[in-house]
C-alpha cells in the first residue's frame, strides 16, 4: 500500500511539473504572439520577467529573460532580467548564442552575468562565448572612457543614451583598470578557449592580436620594431629615432 500511494505521489508531482511546463510554454507563446500584433517592448518587458519568475524551472523562463535582454536595452527591466539569468540560468546552453546581445544590453549586470557563463556555462562554445564577448564589452567601455575625456562634454549624451544607472557606471570606469581586466580575459581565452573557432578565426587567434595590441599598439607603449628601406635604398629600423622626434607623411595615388 505505501508503494502505492508512493507512486500515486510520484506521478501526482510529475503531471504537475510537466503541467507547470505546459503553462509556461503556452504563456510565452501567447506573449509572443501578443507582441507581434501589437509591438512596443518596452509595454511587454514585465510580463515576460512574470513568466520566468512564475516558471524559474522551466526551460521557457530563460527564453522569456532573453527576449527582454534582446529586445529591451538599457532599462530596469533589462537589468532585472540579467540579475535573474545570471542567478537561476548562467549555466544554460540557450546562453550561447545571446552573449552578443547580453554585451549589448546596456546595463551594469552585463559583465557579471557574462563571467557567470564563463564559469558555470554548461559547455565549452558557451564559456568561450561568453569570454569573448566578455573582452568585447570592456573594449566598448574603455573606447567610451577614452571619448569622455577627451570631450567631456559628451558626458550628458551618454547618460541619454545608455540610461542613468548605466550610464553614471561607465562615468566612473577607470581606463587603467578596464585595459588590466582585458588583458586578463584575453589571456583566459587563449589560455582555455584558444581552439574554439570564429567566423573571424580561433579564440586563440583573435587573443593573440588583442593582446599583441594592448602590449605594443597602445599610447605609452613601446610599439614594435619596423625595419626597411628608405627613398635612396638605406636600411633603417624604428629604434634608430627613439628619443627623436619624427614627421609621419602619409600619401598615396587614388
Known amino acids: ?12 508531482v510529475c503531471s504537475t511539473a510537466i503541467a507547470e511546463d505546459s503553462i509556461a510554454a503556452k504563456e510565452y507563446q501567447a ?16 510580463r515576460f520577467l512574470k513568466i520566468a519568475q512564475e516558471h524559474p524551472s522551466d526551460p521557457k523562463a530563460t527564453e522569456a529573460l532573453l527576449w527582454v535582454v534582446t529586445n529591451v536595452r538599457g532599462r530596469s527591466d533589462t537589468t532585472a532580467a540579467l540579475q535573474l539569468l545570471e542567478k537561476q540560468h548562467a549555466s544554460s546552453a540557450q546562453l550561447s548564442s545571446a552573449c552578443a546581445n547580453i554585451a549589448r544590453s546596456r546595463s551594469i549586470a552585463a559583465e557579471k552575468l557574462l563571467r557567470a557563463i564563463v564559469t558555470q556555462g554548461d559547455n ?42 548605466y550610464g553614471k557606471h561607465l562615468s566612473g570606469l577607470e581606463l587603467a583598470d578596464l585595459s588590466k581586466q582585458r588583458e586578463l580575459v584575453y589571456q583566459q581565452m587563449l589560455r582555455t578557449f584558444s581552439k574554439i573557432k570564429t567566423t573571424d578565426g580561433t579564440m586563440g587567434e583573435l587573443a593573440q592580436k588583442a593582446l599583441f595590441a594592448i602590449h605594443h599598439l597602445t599610447v605609452g607603449k613601446h610599439p614594435p620594431e619596423i625595419k626597411g628601406e628608405d627613398v635612396f635604398g638605406k636600411e633603417f629600423k624604428l629604434s634608430d ?14
Not at 500500500?1 to 501526482?12: A, D, E, F, K, N
Not at 506573449?31 to 514585465?46: C, M, N, S, Y
Open 1 to 12: 500500500m505505501r508503494v502505492l500511494i508512493g507512486t500515486i505521489l510520484i506521478s501526482i
Open 31 to 46: 506573449l509572443v504572439d501578443e507582441f507581434e500584433l501589437e509591438g512596443g517592448a518596452r509595454t511587454f518587458a514585465k
Open 241 to 254: 629615432y627613439r628619443g627623436k622626434v619624427v614627421m609621419l607623411s602619409f600619401w598615396g595615388h587614388w
Open 124 to 165: 565549452l562554445e558557451t564559456r568561450a562565448a561568453a569570454c569573448f564577448h566578455l573582452a568585447r564589452l570592456l573594449e566598448t567601455e574603455s573606447g567610451i572612457i577614452v571619448q569622455l575625456k577627451q570631450q567631456p562634454e559628451l558626458a550628458p549624451r551618454v547618460l541619454q543614451y545608455y540610461g542613468k544607472e
